[in-house]
């Protein structure tokens, strides 16, 4: 399985703020796990050996200035933490990012110290923060929440009151876990509370990534073929375990590789409002079977990459596949009618995933694979080779 991406920018994160050296072995390099090395330079000492990066925290630069590119995330963390930096930090951002939501946390940090908004950047005057207490949206962004759970852990501590349905929950629980690796005292109930006093573990691995290994998984079980897909499994992606067994495929997992073999045969009916990345592989999942699958709690699907339910549909439309959006879930009954179809990326690296599945399960092409490089940029090479190593 490739790195985990999410897991990955959570590690080094926690690294550049704790005290003593930390080792993360095993990072691809994404063009998000780069953003975030760009995003932690100014605190920290970085040195690369092959995919280790090896991590201590030094004293902060007083002027500091940095792209995140599209990377979500790091943008949100590297706002709402810089916001407890002393000193004044640039935060450029750009293509799809321009149009992705911000302005609720940057509301939230303005009650906190000095932040500016500007076409393609966010300036921040960072200052010493003591304790503090605060409500962010968490209909919007999980990010938000933990950008300020890493502000807090990187000072006095916090209290974070989420308001709103919870999305994206389990990457909330993601943070915490890191943190908590590291030894602040975090806790998720009504509010979320965090203090820090973050100290290196010494060495961590990044865990593997089935959100994104899924998608040869789905295209070996969709036709005929199996697949081994090695490495440890997160709490993040387990579920997608579950859900193709569900439907069908014999999928196992014996704590060192997912095995998939097998047939999709039935439909299913999920809600992915906790995992949102899953949807995706689901969906195509969904699409080869002659049956009625309903994929819950997609709504805020809209806020991605791209607008991930008119892409995701688009993909399957493609396809031949009978697919609705209505009562904020996808409606979907294959099998596809469809082969030799021309796919689109749409500039979204998940989507340009399931865009390649798609392509290995129907035959055809992707307009664009240059947005897979945003999380997995090795991808294409095991989709050109069926995996064979």
């Given at each position: 399985m490739p790195p985990s991406?999410?897991?990955?920018?959570?590690?080094?994160?926690?690294?550049?703020l704790a005290e003593g050296e930390t080792v993360v072995r095993g990072v691809e390099w994404s063009d998000d796990a780069v953003a975030m090395l760009r995003a932690i330079q100014p605190i920290s000492v970085l040195r690369v050996r092959g995919s280790d990066v090896?991590?201590?925290?030094?004293?902060?630069?007083?002027f500091r200035a940095f792209s995140v590119g599209e990377s979500g995330f790091t943008l949100r963390t590297a706002v709402a933490l810089y916001a407890g930096v002393p000193g004044v930090t640039a935060v450029y951002f750009g293509g799809t990012l321009r149009g992705r939501p911000i302005d609720d946390l940057i509301a939230v940090l303005r009650k906190l110290t000095?932040?500016?908004?500007?076409?393609?950047?966010?300036?921040?005057?960072?200052?010493?923060?003591?304790?503090?207490?605060v409500e962010v949206r968490a209909d919007v962004s999980s990010q938000y929440i933990s950008g300020l759970m890493f502000l807090a852990a990187a000072g006095e501590g916090g209290v974070i009151t989420p308001v709103g349905e919870r999305k994206s929950w389990s990457f909330v629980e993601a943070t915490a876990d890191v943190l908590r690796l590291f030894g602040a005292k975090v806790e998720l109930g009504d509010v979320v509370a965090v203090d820090g006093g973050l100290r290196s573990p010494g060495e961590v691995d990044v865990p593997g990534d089935f959100s994104l290994a899924s998608y040869l998984a789905v295209a070996a079980v969709a036709t005929g073929g199996e697949v081994e897909l090695t490495g440890h499994l997160t709490k993040l992606d387990a579920t997608l375990v579950d859900i193709f067994r569900a439907m069908g495929a014999d999928v196992s997992y014996d704590g060192h590789a997912v095995k998939a073999r097998g047939a999709f045969a039935k439909g299913v009916e999920v809600d992915l409002g906790g995992n949102p990345d899953l949807v995706m592989p689901v969906a195509l999942a969904a699409a080869v079977v002659d049956d009625v699958s309903i994929i819950r709690g997609v709504e805020h699907l809209r806020f991605k990459e791209s607008d991930r339910i008119a892409t995701v549909a688009d993909v399957l439309?493609?396809?031949?596949?009978?697919?609705?959006?209505?009562?904020g879930a996808l409606h979907i009954?294959?099998?596809?009618?469809?082969?030799?179809?021309?796919?689109?990326?749409?500039?979204d690296h998940r989507i340009g995933l399931m865009a390649l599945a798609a392509s290995r399960i129907v035959g055809g092409c992707v307009d664009d694979i240059g947005p897979v490089a945003k999380s997995w940029p090795s991808a294409v090479l095991y989709f050109a080779t069926g995996g064979n190593q």
């Open positions: 991406k999410p897991m990955a920018q959570r590690l080094l994160l926690a690294s550049a090896v991590v201590s925290r030094r004293e902060p630069d007083f000095e932040v500016v908004k500007l076409p393609g950047a966010v300036v921040i005057r960072g200052r010493r923060l003591g304790r503090f207490r439309e493609r396809l031949g596949v009978d697919v609705q959006y209505r009562d009954r294959g099998p596809p009618r469809r082969r030799g179809v021309e796919f689109k990326s749409h500039g």
